[in-house]
Nanobody, 123 residues
Framework: QVQLVESGGGLVQAGGSLRLSCAASGRTVSNYAMGWFRQAPGKEREFVASISRRGSTLYSDAVKGRFTISRDNTKNILNLQMNSLNPEDTAVYLC?????????????????WGQGTQVTVSS
């Protein structure tokens, strides 16, 4: 059974940085595409970033140039480095994986999800 557990969220001031991690069990992160999504209160779940099995990456326009998705294959962990944070980045951040090698921005393509970690950016 695939389990994903996010960590690294917290409260940060605007302009600051956070690094999120997603520990996977039951699946080798390097063998499948993985993604990060976020959901703010009252809003739809929103795509943030995805990485393919080969390491190609895809970002939403909202985070491009500020966020970096990566994998640590030795630890079977997915990371999201977030820089230049602003209050609009406040949300629960969720890690997901799909049974495909190809990255995707469509949340319906992902079949395993973590519980999420809260990120709050104060102005």
């Amino acid at each position: 059974q695939v389990q994903l557990v996010e960590s690294g969220g917290g409260l940060v001031q605007a302009g600051g940085s956070l690094r999120l991690s997603c520990a996977a069990s039951g699946r080798t992160v390097s063998n499948y595409a993985m993604g990060w999504f976020r959901q703010a209160p009252g809003k739809e779940r929103e795509f943030v970033a995805s990485i393919s099995r080969r390491g190609s990456t895809l970002y939403s326009d909202a985070v491009k140039g500020r966020f970096t998705i990566s994998r640590d294959n030795t630890k079977n962990i997915l990371n999201l480095q977030m820089n230049s944070l602003n209050p609009e980045d406040t949300a629960v951040y969720l890690c997901a994986t799909r049974s495909s090698a190809l990255y995707s921005s469509d949340r319906y393509d992902y079949n395993y999800w973590g519980q999420g970690t809260q990120v709050t950016v104060s102005s």
